[in-house]
């Protein structure tokens, strides 16, 4: 079982990012007195019986989020296994009235599992591949693949090692998912143009892979990992309980060992030297999980950074709106196209800081 009061904290940034609104997660929050099964008054139970309001009324998109959050943050039995399958089943459901579509993958260690748009062997499309963090499944973040669409890119959103659907081990060989999928779709894809889009924990999977594959030609990273989160010893003891279990849960060692477990994934200043590739980076300066001096790191050794920094916490849920629009400005940057689009999308964003700067002083 997980502790509540960690769980409602850290699920609010979640919540935000899928657009359930405030008064709708609190009266849900409100409703959960401890986290044992499914039974009344449980996690699941609260966030199933708020998704299968959405399902009754036929808005399958708005039930799946909330299946999403039954199952988080991620699935320790039976309970939260069923409400995985059913955010899943629905989702399945919403996407038959879209262009999206389903591709598995069996590699070394286990299935991938993911979702796609655009592709297509007689026009092959510039690639964005998705990819969250270590407590959000793909399904969270598929909506985007129609915005690709939209941009004239072909899309992938796919789940970190252990997460969701993703039956592999998270660990040192974990940055092979990334040019693994790429050839998977290389076919059907312009996979030398792949943009990456890779937030909190996979981002650090990015910048690894980036080094390594010349396809991937520009990285979107939110809150990653880069150096001091698997170094600092200090930093890993105050850590949340909840990211430390979820980070057992997906290498599968015992929580005392996932530090040395993860020790490899580390990236080198000499590493982040060698990328030519721009790279666009959002922090939160109060982030819980994402030691400060990562941050560093990527502005001392990174050629082409483009840096925002938010007063926030992890994942800066005070920021939402400003981090999609700057996302995908940021595409639109990296695949070199639609200026005027670009310059109104800056325009909202000083706007949204602007208004965030006024909040804060008064």
Not at 295 to 308: F, Y
């Given at each position: ?33 401890h ?6 008054g ?41 409400a ?33 748009t ?10 964005l ?28 959103v ?102 040395d ?32 001096g ?52 800056g325009a ?15």
């Amino acid at each position: 079982m997980n502790d509540i009061a960690e769980l409602k904290q850290f699920v609010v940034v979640h919540a935000k990012a899928q657009g359930i609104p405030e008064a709708e997660y609190r009266r849900v929050l409100d409703a959960v007195e401890h986290d044992d099964g499914d039974g009344p008054g449980s996690w699941v139970r609260a966030w199933t019986d708020a998704g299968r309001e959405h399902e009754n009324a036929g808005r399958l998109l708005e039930a799946f989020r909330r299946h999403n959050m039954a199952r988080f943050p991620y699935v320790d039995g039976p309970a939260r296994g069923a409400a995985l399958d059913r955010c899943v089943e629905v989702f399945d459901r919403w996407r038959g009235g879209t262009a999206i579509e389903r591709l598995d993958l069996d590699l070394p260690g286990g299935r991938v599992r993911s979702w796609t748009t655009g592709l297509s062997a007689a026009d092959p499309k510039p690639l964005l591949l998705v990819i969250g963090g270590i407590v959000s499944v793909k399904e969270q973040w598929a909506p985007v693949l129609l915005q690709a669409a939209r941009l004239g890119l072909a899309g992938v959103v796919t789940e970190m090692p252990g997460v969701g659907e993703n039956t592999l081990r998270y660990g040192e060989d974990s940055p092979r998912l990334l040019p693994a999928i790429l050839d998977a779709v290389a076919d059907r894809a312009d996979a030398a143009r792949t943009y990456a889009v890779a937030l909190s924990f996979s981002g650090n999977l990015a910048l690894h892979a980036a080094a390594a594959d010349p396809r991937i030609r520009g990285v979107i990273l939110a809150g990653a990992p880069i150096i001091d989160f698997f170094t600092d010893e200090a930093w890993q003891r105050a850590l949340p309980s909840v990211t430390v279990d979820t980070l057992a849960h997906l290498t599968g060692a015992d929580r005392a060992k996932i530090h040395d477990r993860l020790r490899p994934l580390a990236l080198t200043p000499g590493l982040l030297a060698s990328l030519d590739i721009p790279v666009y980076s959002m922090a939160s300066r109060r982030d819980e999980i994402i030691p400060p001096g990562d941050t560093g790191h990527l502005r001392r050794h990174l050629k082409d950074l483009r840096l925002v920094e938010n007063d926030d916490v992890h994942g800066s849920p005070r920021h939402f709106l400003e981090t999609r629009l700057w996302i995908v400005r940021s595409l639109l940057e990296l695949s070199g196209g639609r200026r005027p689009q670009r310059a109104v999308l800056g325009a909202l964003i000083a706007a949204q800081r602007a208004r965030a700067r006024l909040r804060r002083s008064s």
